[in-house]
């Protein structure tokens, strides 16, 4: 059972280029997250999602796209990377059913450097 | 406005004592979850515990406790006989759900140093 799987590990853009985080998860969730962590700031959540073609913004979405086209994969596309998008990026997946609301599962994080 | 707070930006404790890390949390939503995770250098999320807007008892998950004070809406982690590999990042977060989105939400961390 592999759960979250991100990819890839380590990214270095140029400022201006384009790029897809990978994010897929095998335990059929509704529920999937991409969250971007600055230090200091936690995590924040950039784009989720709550089941397939559904997506939604959080709090800070300018810059990046998503798209849930299956209930397995959620991708973050960068449309034109910004030095302020260095980061470390992580993508989570869960479910809730009626007795608690489950923790999120995440993936193993992106450093992506922004030049 | 945070929905949830970490006060502590660092902690620091001796090894074999306790330490508590605080949280608070806004939320309006009668059904929410409360979570830990611990993050250490290698950069990972680690679930630690969790606690039920509605479960009567505080969670308890080996040396892990969390101190459930609804009507203060504080979820404060307690970790008994801290251990050199405690050292790490650690962040509070909230599920809310029907009412909410269902995505957790994370407060800014508290960075734990054990020594020895």
């Known amino acids: 059972n592999a759960g979250v799987t991100q990819t890839p590990k380590f990214q270095v853009l140029k400022t201006g280029q384009s790029m897809t985080l990978q994010c897929a998860q095998d335990m059929n969730h509704e529920y999937m997250s991409w969250y971007r962590q600055d230090p200091g700031m936690g995590l924040r959540l950039i784009h989720y999602s709550v089941g397939a073609g559904i997506t939604d913004q959080g709090e800070v979405p300018n810059g990046y796209n998503v798209s849930r086209s299956t209930t397995e994969d959620f991708p973050l596309r960068l449309l034109s990377a910004a030095p302020s998008q260095t980061s470390v990026y992580f993508c989570a997946s869960s479910y809730s059913n009626r007795v608690r609301n489950t923790e999120a599962f995440f993936g193993q994080g992106t450093r992506l450097t922004v030049v | 406005a945070q929905k949830i707070t970490q006060t502590q930006p660092g902690m620091f404790v001796q090894e074999k004592e306790a330490v508590t890390l605080d949280c608070t949390y806004d939320t309006s939503d009668p059904s929410y979850g409360l979570f830990w995770y611990k993050q250490p250098s290698s950069g990972e999320m680690i679930f630690l515990i969790y606690?039920?807007?509605?479960?009567?008892q505080n969670a308890t998950e080996g040396r892990y406790s969390l101190n459930f004070q609804k009507a203060r809406k504080s979820a404060n982690l307690v970790i008994s006989a801290s251990q050199l590999g405690d050292s790490a990042m650690y962040f509070c977060?909230?599920?809310?759900?029907?009412?909410?989105?269902?995505?957790?939400?994370f407060g800014r961390g508290t960075s734990l140093i054990v020594h020895p």
């Open positions: 606690q039920g807007s509605y479960d009567q």
């Open positions: 977060a909230m599920r809310e759900g029907p009412g909410g989105s269902y995505i957790p939400t």
